[in-house]
C-alpha cells in the first residue's frame, strides 16, 4: 500500500509560480515511478508529468511542456512539481499518483495508487 498527501495548492496570479509536493509513505519510495494529474471544473482527469523511480526520465503533457518541472527526492519520499507561468486555464484540482512501475506511464488506468488532491486557482 502507498499514501500520498500533496500539499502547496492555492491561489495565484496568472504568470505566477507554485510548487506542489506530495509526500508517499508505505511501500519503498524507489520502487516505483510517479505521477502528478489535474482535473478542471467540469472536465475529465488529465495526465500532466511522470517521472520514472530514479528521476532520470520525465514526461509531459504538451500544455504545460516548457512550464512544468516535475522532480523527485527519494530520501525525503516526496514528489514535486514546479509551476511556472501560470495561466488562468492551469486551475484544477492537482493529485499525485502512483503506478504499481518504476517506468514513467501517461496513462491514469496504470496508476493504483492516488492523493486526496490540492486546489490551485489561477487569477487573471
Known amino acids: 500500500q502507498v499514501q500520498l498527501v500533496e500539499s502547496g495548492g492555492g491561489l495565484v496570479q496568472a504568470g505566477g509560480s507554485l510548487t506542489l509536493s506530495c509526500a508517499a509513505s508505505?511501500?519503498?519510495?524507489?520502487?516505483?515511478?510517479m505521477g502528478w494529474f489535474r482535473q478542471a471544473p467540469g472536465k475529465e482527469r488529465e495526465f500532466v508529468a511522470a517521472?520514472?523511480?530514479?528521476?532520470?526520465?520525465?514526461y509531459y503533457a504538451d500544455s504545460v511542456k516548457g512550464r512544468f518541472t516535475i522532480s523527485r527526492d527519494n530520501a525525503k519520499n516526496t514528489v514535486y512539481l514546479q509551476r511556472n507561468s501560470l495561466k488562468p486555464e492551469d486551475t484544477a484540482v492537482y493529485y499525485c499518483?502512483?503506478?504499481?512501475?518504476?517506468?514513467?506511464?501517461?496513462?491514469?488506468?496504470?496508476?493504483?495508487?492516488w492523493g486526496q488532491g490540492t486546489q490551485v486557482t489561477v487569477s487573471s
Open positions: 517521472v520514472n523511480w530514479s528521476g532520470s526520465n520525465k
Open positions: 508505505g511501500r519503498t519510495f524507489s520502487s516505483y515511478s
Open positions: 499518483a502512483a503506478p504499481n512501475t518504476v517506468v514513467v506511464v501517461t496513462t491514469e488506468n496504470f496508476y493504483v495508487y
